[in-house]
């Protein structure tokens, strides 16, 4: 079965340092893999995702995330880190028939001025 | 333009009561999804429709019922509410070759 590992309940960084929030993926066949954000009491937000093609994805407000086959990972980094994203992240694996996505349990990021 | 949007936003019930979720989407997509975020925030699929036909229930009780008059709309309905069906009840919707899921705001369910 599909399954995605989020190992750090909470993060905190300072503002202006750098991120890297880990996601590791158990999926039998060639993934589909997301980041979305969660500010508190809205929806979800897609950040990026991976289908195929180049291992390193771009997304928006300057995430990026890097696909590691070997390892099984979806990694999201940012090199600055603003006040502005203080949230709760999600790793997802789009799993096969129906579509449907299987999420981690998240990670809080908490901004230190 | 909301692209998926949920009413209401918040409900808070009896148990024993019935209720309903509705669901609406704008961006032309084929396939819709109904998740369940305990309070815990963990994410769960509960249902998932395709062109107005079930293709996942995830093990969801039969008091709940998804109903999709049509591919742009899909409801939630919910019998003999119970305390443990408190959650944040999301929406979603997709193509269903391209997988990102596009999610509603929630809608906060309260059972009391």
């Known amino acids: 079965a599909q399954s995605v590992t989020q190992p750090d309940i909470h993060i905190t960084v300072s503002e202006g340092a750098s991120l890297e929030l880990r996601c590791n993926y158990s999926y039998g066949a060639t993934p589909y893999l997301f980041w979305y954000v969660q500010s508190p009491g809205q929806g979800l937000q897609l950040l990026l995702k991976y289908f195929s093609g180049d291992t390193l994805v771009q997304g928006i407000k300057g995430f990026e995330a890097e696909f590691k086959r070997s390892q099984s990972s979806f990694n999201l980094r940012k090199p600055s880190v603003h006040w502005s994203d203080a949230a709760e992240y999600f790793c997802?694996?789009?799993?096969?028939?129906?579509?449907?996505?299987?999420f981690g349990a998240g990670t809080i990021l908490r901004v230190k001025s | 333009d909301t692209a998926v949007s949920q009413t209401p936003k918040y409900l808070v019930t009896q148990m024993g009561n019935d209720k309903s979720i509705k669901c609406e989407q704008n961006l032309g997509h084929d396939t819709m999804y109904w998740y369940k975020q305990d309070s815990k925030k963990f994410l769960k699929i509960m249902f998932s429709y395709n062109n107005k036909e079930l293709i996942i229930n995830e093990t969801v009780p039969n008091r709940f019922s998804p109903k999709s008059p049509d591919k742009a709309h899909l409801n939630l309905h919910i019998n003999s509410l119970e305390l443990g069906d408190s959650a944040v009840y999301f929406c979603?919707?997709?193509?269903?070759?391209?997988?990102?899921?596009?999610f509603g705001p929630g809608t906060r369910l309260t059972v009391l």
């Open positions: 979603a919707s997709s193509q269903l070759l391209g997988n990102e899921q596009f």
């Open positions: 997802a694996v789009g799993a096969g028939y129906g579509n449907k996505l299987v």
